[in-house]
């Protein structure tokens, strides 16, 4: 049974105006209050239930407190809580085996605190190999927020944040809100490369270190790319000598039931970004998987760059014991299922049924719901219908994701069918209700 403790939340209210929120009017936040959860449900200090259908910020692929995680950071903060980098560290090491055990071809891990330095020296690592400078990144993408990462991103958030130089953005396919004026799914593809290739020719090909894309923009709108289109940036990569960084921060580790999404796309990139899944979150960590190529470049010069967290013993422990369970209890699998059986039907028949889902897209547990206000126009909702939903779907029991005009549909990986069928009846019903209690 979930303890109630109305007292606890009522002082996690007032003790949070001491704390100052990401991307936030300070003041203005009013933030939900969660005090513990399990599997894929999380529970307010009242002892009311949620599905978390948010997996917090699309990190918690295998689901709350899964009880080998949590013994094994337990049993790690028994031996060893912190170690240098320069040491050598056997449970590090089993972490970037265990990592590497999932990118075959690759040669070696590169610890980050999260998913923005991860980027950020991925970056680096682009630059120095290739003595080149510009990355070309996509407007529709969001890479973290440091002093790189957030101008290779590429929406609102980059804007106020615009003092790294060196940075190009394109855009990438999205047939659903195309800027190339596609009508099928394979123009989009071939009109997406060759207005990369143009941008790489103008820029000078001389000049440009790395394509950085995630393998599927998920904060822009879960926008699984066409078939070949990774591939396409592949060939241009190549064609122009620069590297290509895929960024599998929120995409990886299970979310598209496959442990990278790129691995459905057939494609090798140079370096690929992590974090989130690839523990949950349990303890803050990310990382670089560098190719034997770029890891020779460095086998002769200095690497300039370190932290002093880079394989921290709890996250390298919870690393190695999340991937392990993730593989033996066939979390993997589960979430390509779910996507197929459940929540692709599910989804596709709810934007049937609601004019205002102009489309649902994506794969495995990783899905959004476009929401328009007119379905010829594909006019984006406003603000106020997305905090409409988000009322009455947490009033429902179900913790949203919302983004934009958007709701994403993106619960654990381990979530059950049962689960998986719930939320949909909660998503049928909100829709029902802020539209007026008239399915379309
Ligand atoms: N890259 C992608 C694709 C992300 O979704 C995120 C975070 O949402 C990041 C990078 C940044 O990760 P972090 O917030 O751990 O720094």
């Not at 403790?5 to 936030?24: E, I, K, M, Q, T």
């Not at 949950?280 to 370190?306: A, D, M, Q």
Request: proline share 5%.
């Amino acid at each position: 049974a979930i303890a109630s403790d109305p007292a606890a939340g009522d002082r996690a209210r007032a003790l949070d105006a001491h704390v100052f929120h990401s991307w936030s009017v300070q003041g203005q936040t009013n933030p939900f209050a969660i005090a513990g959860g399990l599997g894929t449900r999380v529970w307010d200090h009242d002892g009311r239930e949620y599905l978390d259908f948010s997996s917090q910020l699309v990190n918690a692929n295998i689901g709350h407190q899964h009880p080998k995680v949590v013994a094994a950071i337990k049993a790690q903060a028994d031996v060893l809580t912190t170690v240098a980098p320069a040491t050598t560290n056997l449970v590090r090491g089993e972490a970037a085996a265990a990592v590497l055990a999932h990118a075959p071809g690759f040669q070696s891990v590169f610890f980050t605190n999260g998913g923005a330095d991860a980027i950020e020296n991925a970056i680096r690592m682009a630059r120095l190999h290739t003595g080149r400078d510009k990355v070309v990144s996509l407007y529709r993408s969001y890479h973290g927020n440091t002093g790189a990462a957030v101008v290779a991103t590429g929406d609102w958030r980059r804007v106020p944040n615009e003092y790294a130089r060196g940075h190009v953005h394109a855009f990438g396919p999205f047939l659903y809100r195309s800027e190339f004026w596609s009508a099928s799914v394979e123009q989009e593809c071939e009109r997406a490369l060759h207005h990369m290739r143009r941008v790489i020719e103008a820029e000078g090909p001389e000049s440009v270190a790395a394509i950085l894309v995630e393998a599927i923009p998920g904060t822009a709108g879960v926008i699984v790319p066409p078939p070949g289109y990774l591939a396409g940036l592949r060939e241009l990569a190549d064609r122009f000598g620069a590297m290509l960084i895929m960024d599998e921060v929120m995409s990886g580790f299970g979310r598209t039931g496959e442990w990278f999404a790129h691995d459905a796309h057939d494609v090798r990139p140079d370096l690929i970004a992590f974090a989130k899944g690839v523990n949950s979150g349990y303890v803050p960590v990310g990382g670089v998987v560098v190719s034997p190529e770029i890891h020779e470049t460095f086998s002769s010069r200095v690497f300039p760059g370190g932290l002093t967290y880079s394989g921290h013993p709890l996250a390298a422990a919870s690393i190695v014991a999340t991937l392990d369970a993730m593989a033996s209890e066939g979390i993997v699998d589960n979430a390509r299922r779910i996507g197929q059986d459940v929540l692709g039907p599910g989804l596709a028949a709810l934007a049937e049924r609601h004019a205002m889902i102009g489309e649902a897209r994506g794969v495995g547990v990783f899905w959004a719901l476009d929401l328009v206000s007119d379905a010829k126009t594909r006019t984006p909702v406003g603000a106020d219908v997305i905090g409409a939903l988000k009322g009455a779907l947490l009033r429902r029991g179900l913790l949203p994701f919302a983004a934009d005009n958007r709701i994403h549909v993106v619960p654990p990986c381990v979530v059950t069918d049962d689960e998986a069928h719930r939320a949909l009846e909660i998503y049928d019903e909100a829709f029902a209700e802020v539209a007026g209690g008239a399915a379309a």
